[in-house]
Nanobody
Framework: QVQLQESGPGLVKPSQPLSLTCTVS??????????WAWIRQPPGKGLEWMTG???????GVSPSLRSRTSISRDTSKNQFSLHLSLVTPEDTAVYYC????????????WGQGTQVTVSS
C-alpha cells in the first residue's frame, strides 16, 4: 500500500521560509511513470496545485507561486520537499502531498495533510 506522510512546522512567522517534506512508503519516487506534487487548501477555499516533480526529476511550479516556490527530492530517503519563501498569512492552509500516474488526471494517493499557520 502506498503511503505519503507530510512533515514540517505547523506555525511559521510572516516573511520566514517554509519547508515541508513528504515521505513516501510502499512505492519509489523514481518509479516510472508517476508525478509527485504538493497541493494546498486554504481555509474556506478550494485545492490549489503548487508544484510537482516527475519520477525522473523534472519539476514544475504554478505560475502564481513561481517566484517563491521550489521542489526538491532525496531519492535515498524516498522523500520530496516543498520550499516556500517569504510566507504571508495568505499561505495559511492544509498542505498535501500526492501522487498522480501519468495516464490519469487525478491523484491516486494522498497524504493526510498538515496544517500550516502563518502568524506572528
Amino acid at each position: 500500500q502506498v503511503q505519503l506522510q507530510e512533515s514540517g512546522p505547523g506555525l511559521v512567522k510572516p516573511s520566514q521560509p517554509l519547508s515541508l517534506t513528504c515521505t513516501v512508503s510502499g512505492a519509489s519516487i523514481t518509479t516510472a511513470e508517476y508525478f509527485w506534487a504538493w497541493i494546498r487548501q486554504p481555509p474556506g477555499k478550494g485545492l490549489e496545485w503548487m508544484t510537482g516533480i516527475t519520477y525522473n526529476g523534472r519539476s514544475g511550479v504554478s505560475p502564481s507561486l513561481r517566484s517563491r516556490t521550489s521542489i526538491s527530492r532525496d531519492t535515498s530517503k524516498n522523500q520530496f520537499s516543498l520550499h516556500l519563501s517569504l510566507v504571508t498569512p495568505e499561505d495559511t492552509a492544509v498542505y498535501y502531498c500526492a501522487r498522480r500516474p501519468y495516464h490519469r488526471v487525478d491523484y491516486d494517493f494522498w497524504g493526510q495533510g498538515t496544517q500550516v499557520t502563518v502568524s506572528s
